[in-house]
């Protein structure tokens, strides 16, 4: 079956200017995480929705940060006014109903501030 | 806060070479330890885990053995693969969120 998948899977966006990161889950899936991964380093933890719920922003960085996922399938992550150290992969994952362990992770979108 | 230490890469080894990957946690609690693999232009891809102490996580030849005394989860595999050449992650559970560590990139040449 079809694997979380992510879209654009490269962006590259000038200083100031907004962008959005789409996600599509697993189908049926659940719970759904948003991840940022800077060059070099292990993915760090945004955000997480339960089906349409936002139960968890605290790993967004700043207020310029924004997701949503208004019919608990697919999910957007927003970035406000884009700095230089937002350049990373944002990575999404999927998890099933009655699965506390593993996240199914998308290939992720590489996104460069000029 | 809960936090992952892993070896500094890269690693580069020979093909049919014994690898070892270290790998420590600290945490509140008793988490889930897991290991992540990333291959070029993929996502990560569960490796194997394990839940409480002493638990062996095992697959495709790599193994982990969960050991809450020395709050460690080492990842070997006998025999290495070119194919196994790739990003590797540690991570812990702990409530509903991953903490991954740094990674580790693992060249096997042929």
């Known amino acids: 079956g079809a694997g979380v998948s992510q879209s654009p899977r490269y962006k590259v966006a000038k200083r100031g200017q907004d962008v959005a990161l789409r996600c599509d889950p697993i189908?049926?899936?659940?719970?759904l995480f948003w991840y940022q991964q800077a060059l070099g380093q292990g993915p760090e933890f945004l955000t997480y929705f339960q089906n349409e719920a936002q139960l968890d922003k605290s790993g967004l960085p700043s207020d310029r940060f924004f997701a949503e996922r208004p019919e608990g399938s697919v999910s957007t992550l927003k970035i406000q006014r884009t700095q230089q150290e937002d350049s990373a992969v944002y990575l999404c994952?999927?998890?099933?109903?009655?699965?506390?362990?593993?996240?199914?992770f998308g290939p992720g979108t590489r996104l460069t501030v000029l | 806060g809960d936090s992952v230490t892993q070896m500094e890469g890269p690693v580069t080894l020979s093909e049919e070479a014994f690898l070892t990957i270290n790998c420590t946690y600290t945490?509140?609690?008793?988490?889930?330890l897991f290991w992540y693999v990333q291959y070029p232009g993929e996502g990560l891809q569960l490796l194997l885990k394990a839940t409480k102490a002493d638990d062996k996580g095992s697959n495709k030849g790599f193994e982990a053995t969960y050991r809450k005394e020395t709050t460690s989860f080492h990842l070997e595999k006998g025999s290495v693969q070119v194919s196994d050449s790739a990003v590797y992650f540690c991570a812990l559970l702990y409530g509903q969120n991953f903490v991954f560590g740094p990674g580790t990139r693992l060249s096997v040449l042929p």
């Open positions: 945490a509140t609690g008793y988490p889930s």
């Open positions: 189908s049926g899936h659940v719970s």
């Open positions: 994952a999927s998890r099933p109903s009655g699965s506390y362990n593993e996240q199914f």
